[in-house]
């Protein structure tokens, strides 16, 4: 595990001060290991996970040659250009069984889709391009079909003893299904991330409490829970920590014996009169920094014993964009997964953007599909950092990069898809 300071030193002209976003992802990059424990899980429970081994296929899928087609099997080399073939059919072949009997030139063999091709035979004609020429005749016209046409290979969708999926891949649906081909019953996944979560400051209530002046409702801690666990995270929710130091250290200690990554929100911003910073300082190897972003720009990063610390900010929309532009990827390395970020799409914004060069800015966007078939991205309204109805009403977050300037209509921006991402 390195510290801070070694990592700090590694990295070219690294200023807490005024940190780019790429910056931050580097050093989080170095900061943070994947988890090392690996447990052997169920199909059903792999969803989202991240496989700790190449997964070696055992058998090829599909495990024979068979037909893509229902129709008639026979050999290819009997095509020939500009005329037809008339073929008698000697036999059936089901899905499930392998049909037995040779198969002389001038002969086929009916055949249903999956089955597999009988010895000898490379082509199937579709059954629909096929005219009947009395009974157990065919006739297949010409120049419709090539040799070779309507066969499945052997192992064209995985190979035995190759890798089919490689290690550090996170598990879709797709994935899941493709284990499942392969006879696989159980996979090897890094162990769930154990992810511990408090919101600070003593403005802030819990469900249930009745509202004062001055206060508001936590939010945070919903948020922080609906990102961890689309993530798969195992989530560990501490409530809302009260702004004194007893609490804070006991909130702080707790997190760090259970949990591999502490989030907390609020507290970090300059000029706090709160004590949340300074438990981060006493109890850890902790930085604080301002980010040249917008939203966001206060995070405290470092660890807690051997628990990686991310403090955010307080306002709900800079929790969410600093969580996607810079949590999200560190949890995903964590977690194990060679995921790279999701590709940011490409929009035609709509209207002006106003930007500041030198820093990262993230814009709710809605974006739509416009007449010519083309993206086209619009802002939500009120781009306050703590409007969370903006972060409702979009669909993805605008992406104008630390060297942007100012953005005229019509200009192409960078989007990062909510679906995918959250
Ligand atoms: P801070 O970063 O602590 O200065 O907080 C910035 C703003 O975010 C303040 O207006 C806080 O009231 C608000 N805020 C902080 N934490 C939360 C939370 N958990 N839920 C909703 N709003 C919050
Ligand atoms: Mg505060």
């Known amino acids: 595990m390195k510290t801070l300071d070694e990592i700090a030193s590694q990295l070219q002209g690294y200023d807490p001060q005024a940190l780019s976003a790429a910056a931050v ?14 447990e052997q ?16 296929s055992p058998v090829s899928v599909p495990p024979h ?27 059936t072949a089901l899905a499930g069984k ?17 089955a597999i091709m009988p010895a000898g035979l490379d082509t199937v004609v579709p059954q629909e391009f096929t005219k ?10 010409p120049d419709i079909l090539q040799p070779g046409d309507n066969r499945r290979h052997k192992g064209e969708d995985l190979h035995e003893g190759r890798p089919a999926l490689a290690q550090g891949t996170r598990l879709g649906p797709a994935a899941c299904g493709l284990l499942a081909s392969l006879g696989l019953q159980t996979i090897p996944v890094y162990r769930r991330l154990r992810v511990a979560y408090f919101s600070t400051g003593d403005e802030i209530l819990s469900l249930g409490e009745a509202p004062r002046e001055g206060a508001v409702y936590d939010s945070n801690r919903y948020t922080v829970f609906g990102l961890l666990t689309r993530l798969g995270c195992e989530v560990i929710d501490m409530g809302v920590v009260r702004d004194d130091p007893a609490s804070l250290e006991a909130a702080f200690r707790a997190a760090a014996a259970r949990a591999d990554a502490i989030i907390t929100s609020g507290g970090v911003s300059v000029g706090e009169a709160d004590y949340t910073k300074a438990m981060m300082k006493k109890l850890g190897d902790v ?7 917008r939203p966001g720009r206060p995070m405290a990063v470092g660890r807690i014993g051997e628990a990686v610390l991310f403090g955010l900010p307080g306002n709900p929309v800079a929790v969410m964009v600093t969580f996607l532009a810079f949590v999200r990827p560190a949890l995903l390395r964590m977690m194990g997964s060679t995921e790279a970020a999701p ?22 966007g809605i974006v739509s599909r416009a007449d010519d078939g083309s993206l086209s991205v619009r ?34 921006v960078d989007v990062m898809m909510f679906e995918g991402a959250i």
């Open 132 to 141: 009947a020429d009395g009974e157990n005749r065919i006739v297949i016209p």
């Open 343 to 364: 590709p940011l799409l490409k929009a035609r914004s709509a209207e002006p953007i106003r930007k500041k060069a030198g820093r990262t800015e993230y814009q709710r």
């Open 379 to 412: 802002i939500t309204g009120n781009q306050g950092s703590g409007v969370l109805s903006s972060m409702v009403q979009a669909n993805g977050l605008i992406v104008l990069h630390h060297a942007q300037g100012n953005v005229a209509p019509g200009d192409e």
């Open 25 to 38: 992802n580097d050093f989080l990059a170095r900061l943070v290991e994947p988890v090392t424990a690996i």
């Open 287 to 293: 930085a604080f920094w301002k980010i040249a972003m």
């Open 65 to 91: 040659d068979n037909s893509a087609m229902d129709g008639f099997a026979f050999d290819g080399a009997q095509l020939q250009a500009g005329r037809p073939l008339t073929l008698q059919v000697v036999g």
């Open 98 to 114: 392998a049909w037995q009997g040779s198969v002389a030139p001038g002969q086929c063999v009916k055949i249903m889709t999956g």
């Open 41 to 56: 899980a169920g199909i059903f429970d792999t969803l989202g996970r991240v496989t700790a081994q190449d997964i070696i």
